[in-house]
């Protein structure tokens, strides 16, 4: 299994065909998803309700999105994953965005990097 790149995704989108994805947090259910043939996988924010216990997402640090991401992709080396960037990780500064993006990539493997705001962040997307 060849993983898809977002150009991959773009003639899937192009063409009708569905994507198949899921959110994991830990390396067996990323090694699960892998195995069944999941077209990507999100290590969302919400790991902080599911995997750690809070009562909301604000809580999550970039270090606990990190060290998921990290074991998410251990478990699905050959899937397309996209890692959350958490409260207060891109709201500051372009270059806060930046430098947290980045570290996505760079620690943790992650093929995209997800951000919520719509028209309020575009500056933070170009950046």
């Known amino acids: 299994m060849s993983?898809?790149?977002?150009?991959?995704?773009?003639k899937m989108k192009e063409k009708g065909e569905p994507v198949a994805w899921i959110t994991a947090y830990?390396?067996?259910?990323?090694?699960?998803?892998?195995?069944?043939g999941m077209d990507m996988i999100l290590v969302g924010d919400s790991l902080g309700m599911v995997l750690l216990g809070y009562?909301?997402?604000v809580p999550v640090t970039m270090e606990e999105c990190i060290t998921c991401c990290k074991?998410?992709?251990?478990?699905?080396?050959?899937?397309?994953c996209i890692g959350d960037m958490p409260f207060m990780s891109y709201q500051i500064?372009?270059?806060?965005?930046?430098?947290?993006?980045?570290?996505?990539?760079?620690e943790a493997d992650m093929d995209a990097v997800k951000l919520e705001g719509g028209r309020?962040?575009?500056?933070?997307i170009k950046a």
């Open 3 to 10: 993983k898809k790149s977002r150009l991959d995704f773009m």
């Open 120 to 124: 309020r962040v575009i500056t933070r």
């Open 93 to 106: 500064s372009d270059e806060d965005a930046v430098y947290n993006a980045g570290r996505f990539l760079k």
């Open 26 to 36: 830990d390396f067996p259910t990323a090694s699960f998803a892998e195995q069944a």
């Open 55 to 57: 009562k909301g997402t």
């Open 71 to 80: 074991a998410v992709r251990r478990g699905a080396p050959n899937t397309f």
